[in-house]
Every structure is written in structure tokens, then in C-alpha cells.
């Protein structure tokens, strides 16, 4: 432990992937693998010590919320749940007051909300690090843990390709083309034309690749889309708080993750890996998903059972590293670590 100002991370907020350096990205990629061995290995890691977390959910999670919760613990602080129903968060009280008030009591805080705004508001005025559990924009979170997890397998990031099959303007479908250019991992964007990317998105992702050397690709074409990807990684269709499940059951019903686009891609076994941020509509063993298949008659969605289940599929390794990724993410920003730079990108 030494000063704060040893350290290039310390006090940082992290609202969205292109508010750090590719170099900083990877740090935490990496950080994330080390505490994972750490933890596996049964060694403390209480950077957080006597710490107090607050975790503010307009939406609710799995994942996120479990990856925050134990990682706060395993790193010596202590979680705070707050619902939507337990402050008035842009209801009764304004998101500049909220923000002042938690901040002055918390250490840090999560948010996982709708609006990017609402996030980039809370750091503003907290006057503690904020970290953005996921909002209708980006999910930088999220975007640690994938790639963790396919650095993981794979053993390096640079020159990998990952094809994302789906709604191409979601919060997923952003972060991962904008990461995936900041650490030299080729990105494609697989989705019918109405659900390209923005163009604002792929500007800042283009800057990024043509420092790492990354190739972008955005197109409807399924075949020349997944052709040659390492990773296939898919969404669901609509996500929380949409609506429009009919005309997106219409544009990407083609756009399913099945074993014969897996074939599409030409790789070996060896060489190829499905990945999900999760939950997945792979079955109708969900209220909703019978719902679907009542109205629909479709009983998989974006990705088959058998791929779900298949040995290519990663997902809950994928899960697992969310709360590795979050607990990197937070002893970096919030635990005074000794972090004067971090290392080059790899080759």
C-alpha cells in the first residue's frame, strides 16, 4: 500500500469503456485473471478493507449484482443493495442530491440503470468512484469479464475475431466493438440492416483499431459475418425495459446462433468458442419464454439448446469471471494499490 498519488487509477470513475486507454483496459483484463488465481489459490485479497459499497439497481440482475456483492466482500468492504424501490433516485430527490448525499457515506458506487446520462450525472457530484453496472449505452463491466474470458482460452487477445450476432445497436453490441478495437480484437457486427451500429459508436471504435490494428466489419451478410470468427457471441433480441418483441422475433429469427452457422465459421474445434452475457432464451423454461413460444411458436431464441449446451459454449465461465473483472475493477480505483503505469499492449 503507498499514496494515492502512486497510483493511475485511483479515485477513477468507470462510466464507459473510452473513459480509460486500451493499456488501462487490458490492465484490468489481466488484474482480473491474477485476483481469480489469487482467490483460487485461497489467498486474501482485502484491498477494500473497512470499505462501504453502495449498489444502486433501477434494473434488476443475476450476475451483475451477485459479481458486485461477493466482490466487494472477498475485497473487505461491505455491499449496500439499493432498489429502485428503496431511495427516490430521480424521483423525489434529484440525481445531484442523491449522489451528494451517498457520496458522502459511501466509498463507492455501482449503478445499473436506463439512462448513460444518469451514470455520467451520479460521478459528477459524488465525489467517490462510480462504476457503471450497465445502462442502455454501455456495459464496461461486462466487457472485462468477456474478454477475461477469452483471453483465458485463447491465451492472447491481439488478432482474435469475434463475431456479435444479433441486435447490433445495443448496449452489448457498443461496448464490444469499441473494446474489442482498443485491445486489437477484430470485431463483427453480424444484423440486419436496421440494426446496425449508430454511427457515432463505430467512429470512436475506428479510431481505436487504427492504433491497434483491429478490423471492424458491419454487415447483414450471416455467412461473411461469422467467417473466420473465433468467438460467436450473441444477445438477447429485446432487451430489458423494450418493447417490439414482434418485429424482433421477424428481423432476427435468421440471425439465431445454431450449429450450422458455428459451421459458417471454418474454424476447428479448437479455435472457436459461443459466448452469452446472459440470461440466455435457449428453452422455454422461463415464465417469459413460454410466453414467446406461446405467442411466437418459436421455442429458442437467439441462441439453440444444443449450442447453449455444447462444448463450445463458455458462458458460465463467462458469468463466473463478472465477478473476478468487477472485483479487478474496484481494488484498482478504490483500493490505494501501487499502480504508477501499466504495462504496453501485448503484441
Request: hydrophobic share 40%.
Amino acid at each position: 500500500m503507498t499514496d494515492v498519488i502512486n497510483s493511475v487509477f485511483q479515485g477513477r470513475s468507470l462510466l464507459r469503456e473510452a473513459d480509460f486507454t486500451p493499456e488501462e483496459v487490458q490492465y484490468f483484463v489481466d488484474f482480473g485473471i491474477h485476483l481469480k488465481a489469487m482467490q483460487k489459490k485461497g489467498i486474501p485479497h482485502k484491498y477494500l478493507e473497512g470499505k462501504n459499497i453502495a449498489l444502486l439497481f433501477e434494473k434488476t440482475s443475476t450476475r451483475t449484482r451477485a459479481a458486485f456483492t461477493t466482490s466487494a466482500i472477498e475485497l473487505g468492504a461491505h455491499p449496500e443493495y439499493l432498489g429502485k424501490d428503496d431511495i427516490q433516485l430521480g424521483v423525489k430527490e434529484s440525481i445531484e442530491d442523491t449522489a451528494k448525499v451517498l457520496g458522502s457515506m459511501f466509498d463507492g458506487i455501482e449503478f445499473r440503470g436506463y439512462k448513460q446520462a444518469d451514470v455520467e450525472e451520479l460521478s459528477k457530484f459524488a465525489g467517490v468512484p462510480v462504476w457503471n453496472g450497465l445502462t442502455d449505452e454501455w456495459h464496461p463491466t461486462q466487457m472485462i469479464a468477456d474478454f477475461m474470458t477469452v483471453k483465458e482460452h485463447f491465451g492472447h487477445l491481439k488478432g482474435i475475431t469475434l463475431s456479435f450476432v444479433g441486435d447490433g445497436r445495443n448496449n452489448m453490441a457498443n461496448s464490444l466493438l469499441v473494446t474489442g478495437s482498443m485491445l486489437g480484437v477484430n470485431i463483427h457486427i453480424v444484423a440486419p440492416k436496421e440494426l446496425h451500429p449508430h454511427q457515432d459508436v463505430v467512429d470512436i471504435a475506428q479510431k481505436f483499431a487504427e492504433n491497434s490494428g483491429a478490423q471492424i466489419l458491419i454487415t447483414d451478410d450471416i455467412q461473411a459475418g461469422v467467417k473466420g470468427a473465433n468467438v460467436v457471441y450473441t444477445d438477447v433480441w429485446v432487451s430489458m425495459g423494450e418493447n417490439g418483441w414482434d418485429e424482433r422475433v421477424k428481423l432476427l429469427k435468421p440471425y439465431q446462433v445454431n450449429m450450422d452457422m458455428l459451421k459458417m465459421t471454418e474454424m476447428p474445434d479448437d479455435e472457436l468458442i459461443f459466448l452469452h452475457c446472459l440470461p440466455a432464451f435457449h428453452d422455454t423454461h422461463t415464465r417469459q419464454g413460454a410466453e414467446i413460444f406461446a405467442k411466437y411458436g418459436i421455442s429458442e431464441m437467439e441462441v439453440t439448446d444444443e449450442v447453449f449446451r455444447s462444448k463450445y459454449a463458455h458462458q458460465f465461465e463467462q458469468a463466473e469471471n463478472r465477478k473476478h473483472s468487477i472485483k479487478a475493477i474496484m481494488a484498482a480505483t478504490l483500493g490505494n494499490l501501487f499502480i504508477p503505469s501499466v504495462p504496453p499492449m501485448e503484441n
